[in-house]
């Protein structure tokens, strides 16, 4: 059974600096994209950036390219997003997902295979 926890929302002022981890298990991973996503109030789910497992390849979002970074310590089997320069917008509960490769082309919560429970980023203005 694949089991994502993720960690490390709260709450920042703009322009300041959290980290989200998510530890994964259940499974080999080497085949899957692991991914973030989030979802703002009242909106709907969207995705934010994932990274290949076995190559390491990252997409963002382009509304948070050059400002949030993907990553992944295959020895722990977590993924770690470091947000940078936050802005109100990114305001969301975060997601951390796994799937195929699909996740990266169409980027939809359709070609999600299993979600974490999700942490709650709050950015003040």
């Known amino acids: 059974q694949v089991q994502l926890v993720e960690s490390g929302g709260g709450l920042v002022q703009a322009g300041g600096s959290l980290r989200l981890s998510c530890a994964a298990s259940?499974?080999?991973?080497?085949?899957?994209?692991m991914g973030w996503f989030r979802q703002p109030p009242g909106k709907e789910r969207e995705f934010v950036a994932a990274?290949?497992?076995?190559?390491?390849?990252?997409y963002y979002a382009d509304s948070v390219k050059g400002r949030f970074t993907i990553s992944r310590d295959s020895a722990k089997n977590a993924v770690y997003l470091q947000m940078n320069s936050l802005k109100p917008e990114d305001t969301a509960v975060y997601y951390c997902?796994?799937?195929?490769?699909?996740?990266?082309?169409?980027?939809?919560?359709?070609?999600?295979?299993?979600w974490g429970q999700g942490t709650l980023v709050t950015v003040s203005s």
């Open positions: 259940g499974r080999d991973f080497s085949s899957y994209v």
């Open positions: 997902a796994i799937g195929r490769y699909a996740i990266v082309l169409r980027r939809t919560t359709n070609d999600v295979d299993e």
């Open positions: 990274i290949g497992w076995n190559n390491g390849i990252t």
